[in-house]
T-cell receptor, first 110, second 112 residues
Framework: QKEVEQDPGPLSVPEGAIVSLNCTYSNSAFQYFMWYRQYSRKGPELLMYTYSSGNKEDGRFTAQVDKSSKYISLFIRDSQPSDSATYLC??????????FGRGTSLIVHP | DGGITQSPKYLFRKEGQNVTLSCEQNLNHDAMYWYRQDPGQGLRLIYYSQIVNDFQKGDIAEGYSVSREKKESFPLTVTSAQKNPTAFYLCASLRDRGTEAFFGQGTRLTVV
């Protein structure tokens, strides 16, 4: 079992839908959680960075961490075609090596 | 603007040749990383460096080499010993342990 599990998709939704992207993990030492967006042939860009449990909101994006269930989520409200990309979760136990999920491919169709 | 610059964006090389990928950062970050990304496989760590003149192997270091002579620079050499070098290579940096990673725009290496 990998330390971080992420469904590769693709996840296809209509424009305007609420999107839920998720990762599960097994290492209870993880306490820093990140979400990245990666467009085709580009480097990943940081969307959200959270520490420990709880929610964090930034515009249309909400990151949620449930440490008791070892489960993190990224919600995208009012999804747009420009949100079509691969979304990677990442986690750290405070070391120098973050652990990445494989990424979920999201397609938002008009 | 601070960031990570990878060059070139696309690179073509003949089989059996060594090739060096450039990575420069002006974020004043101590730690730098090289990842390889293949379709469906996510990010795989090749090498990382926490400080100048020191670096460690990641999960797939065979056939690669690095140097860290300056804080700003972390070049990756793909040697002829790397059996399947065609891939998308990403450089990243961290300010400190546990902090968020920042990535360059990647280099697509194609070996023919």
């Amino acid at each position: 079992q990998k330390e971080v599990e992420q469904d590769p998709g693709p996840l296809s939704v209509p424009e305007g839908a609420i999107v839920s992207l998720n990762c599960t993990y097994s290492n209870s030492a993880f306490q820093y959680f990140m979400w990245y967006r990666q467009y085709s042939r580009k480097g990943p860009e940081l969307l959200m960075y959270t520490y420990s449990s709880g929610n964090k909101e930034d515009g249309r994006f909400t990151a949620q961490v449930d440490k008791s269930s070892k489960y993190i989520s990224l919600f995208i409200r009012d999804s747009q075609p420009s949100d079509s990309a691969t979304y990677l979760c990442a986690m750290s136990d405070g070391s120098y090596i973050p652990t990445f999920g494989r990424g979920t491919s999201l397609i938002v169709h008009p | 603007d601070g960031g990570i610059t990878q060059s070139p964006k696309y690179l073509f090389r003949k089989e059996g040749q060594n090739v060096t990928l450039s990575c420069e950062q002006n974020l004043n970050h101590d730690a730098m990383y090289w990842y390889r990304q293949d379709p469906g496989q996510g990010l795989r760590l090749i090498y990382y460096s926490q400080i100048v003149n020191d670096f460690q192997k990641g999960d797939i270091a065979e056939g690669y080499s690095v140097s860290r002579e300056k804080k700003e620079s972390f070049p990756l050499t793909v040697t002829s010993a790397q059996k399947n070098p065609t891939a998308f290579y990403l450089c990243a940096s961290l300010r400190d342990r546990g902090t968020e990673a920042f990535f360059g725009q990647g280099t697509r290496l194609t070996v023919v």
